[in-house]
Nanobody, 128 residues
Framework: QVQLVESGGGLVQTGGSLRLSCAASGRAFSHYAMAWFRQVPGKEGEFVAA????????NYADSVKGRFTISRDNAKNTVYLEMNSLNPEDTAVYYCAAEYAPFTSLTNYASTNEYHYWGQGTQVTVSS
């Protein structure tokens, strides 16, 4: 089991940058696939980015490709989301998610149903 705590959200102007962090506690963080999702009120959660257990495979939503970068530091039990060229459409609560998946990669990495563990979320607001 793993517990997740996000941080790094805030208010930023269009074109700005933010770096989100997700600190994990519990056993064997390096055996978990990690992902970021985001949600705005009244809409379903949207996949943002995913990374496999070793950090050797990453996947991105088309809407953030080229602007966002997911990475992980298994020694620090932390996954990051570097967000650049932010625009108002990126405004949402960002959630970190984890699923136990050692020595493999998740097939349905973009589905919220694939992940058992979730953080409490961090608000990102991009002003125009």
């Amino acid at each position: 089991q793993v517990q997740l705590v996000e941080s790094g959200g805030g208010l930023v102007q269009t074109g700005g940058s933010l770096r989100l962090s997700c600190a994990a506690s519990g056993r064997a963080f390096s055996h978990y696939a990690m992902a970021w999702f985001r949600q705005v009120p009244g809409k379903e959660g949207e996949f943002v980015a995913a990374i496999n257990w070793r950090g050797t495979m990453t996947n991105y939503a088309d809407s953030v490709k080229g602007r966002f970068t997911i990475s992980r530091d298994n020694a620090k039990n932390t996954v990051y989301l570097e967000m650049n060229s932010l625009n108002p459409e990126d405004t949402a609560v960002y959630y970190c998610a984890a699923e136990y998946a050692p020595f493999t990669s998740l097939t349905n990495y973009a589905s919220t149903n694939e992940y058992h563990y979730w953080g409490q979320g961090t608000q990102v607001t991009v002003s125009s």
